[in-house]
């Protein structure tokens, strides 16, 4: 069976300023890796299709989905919060992130591949049900998830955030609700301040900078893992953000490669003994260039036990 590989050049056009982190070169710079390391040509690669406004109304309020497509620029430059700005394109690249997650699982749930990677901007785990933030306009995750519920009849996803900032929006959206298993760590204290009061569903580890990968092995093996085999997940999505990189300088942990390589063996063993091997992964953070790039690769490589 074969890895997926979800993209579209629309999520070039997005872009919130010459010297945002959040940038299109971020793609650009897997897509490289992904050539040169010789791993793209054993992808199957797949467009990224539009999500409609009722798909994302899975998750989110009407009046935020409006308010969203309404404040959309014809030209120049909208600001939503502090670091979350849409040009023109914004809209368009947003709608395909979310439809990436959706396709995504229609991939993994018809068969069609194994697992698959959703290279996306823009990132989607900030965006709570009514609000935008943290470089995030929709959660493309969560959207996903309840959308695999919702037409597949799935009635326990698991959802894995390995990104250095806690994922907000995502245990926003499923706080307390028995079909979803949240798992994440992030850097505490560190933007957005939260993950530290989740419901009886979230299995969320603080950690403190500098914190390196045989510390995040240890909780995965000691917290994540127990979690998951008692949950049993029919689907696992992650979220997977890069920024937990120790050349990474929106973040200040210490994960390497071979950290994101281990994670995605070890969530691929739960995927594959509880819901027949389907993962669907899409990119959330990750801000050094060359760093992003190897890990992607590199988690891809594991997906595609390559």
């Known amino acids: 069976m074969t890895t997926g590989y979800i993209t579209h050049p629309d999520f070039l056009k997005h872009e919130m300023g010459s010297h945002h982190p959040e940038c299109p070169e971020r793609l650009q710079a897997i897509s490289d890796q992904l050539i040169r390391s010789g791993v793209d040509g054993f992808l199957r690669h797949l467009d990224a ?113 390995f990104d250095v900032h806690h994922g907000n929006g995502t245990e926003a959206a499923f706080l307390n609700d028995p079909s979803v298993l949240m798992c994440s760590f992030f850097q505490h204290p560190f933007y957005p301040y939260s993950g530290l009061d989740g419901g009886k569903n979230m299995v969320n580890v603080p950690l403190p900078a500098s914190t390196r990968g045989d510390v995040v092995r240890n909780i995965v093996e000691e917290q994540w893992l127990p979690a998951l085999r008692n949950f049993e997940p029919q689907l696992i999505i992650i979220s997977a953000g890069f920024d937990a990189h120790r050349e990474d300088d929106l973040g200040q942990m210490g994960l390497v490669e071979d950290d994101y390589v281990w994670l995605t063996k070890r969530l691929k063993e739960v995927a594959n003994q509880y819901a027949h091997g389907r993962i669907v992964s899409c990119l959330e953070g990750g801000y050094n260039l060359s760093a992003l790039g190897r890990s992607v690769v590199a988690h891809i490589k594991a997906l595609a036990d390559i």
């Open 49 to 161: 299709p539009l999500a409609t406004e009722e798909q994302l109304e899975l998750i989110h309020s009407p009046s935020h989905v409006a308010s969203i497509r309404d404040r959309s620029p014809e030209s120049g430059y909208a600001m939503i919060d502090g670091d979350t700005i849409m040009n023109s394109h914004t809209w368009q690249a947003a709608l395909r992130a979310a439809g990436a997650a959706i396709a995504g699982v229609d991939a993994v749930m018809k068969g069609e591949v194994e697992n698959v990677f959703c290279a996306v901007r823009p990132p989607g785990h900030h965006a709570e049900p009514t609000r935008s933030m943290g470089f995030c306009f929709f959660d493309s995750v969560a959207i996903a998830a309840r959308y695999a519920m919702e037409t597949y009849g799935i009635e326990r996803v698991a959802i894995i955030d």
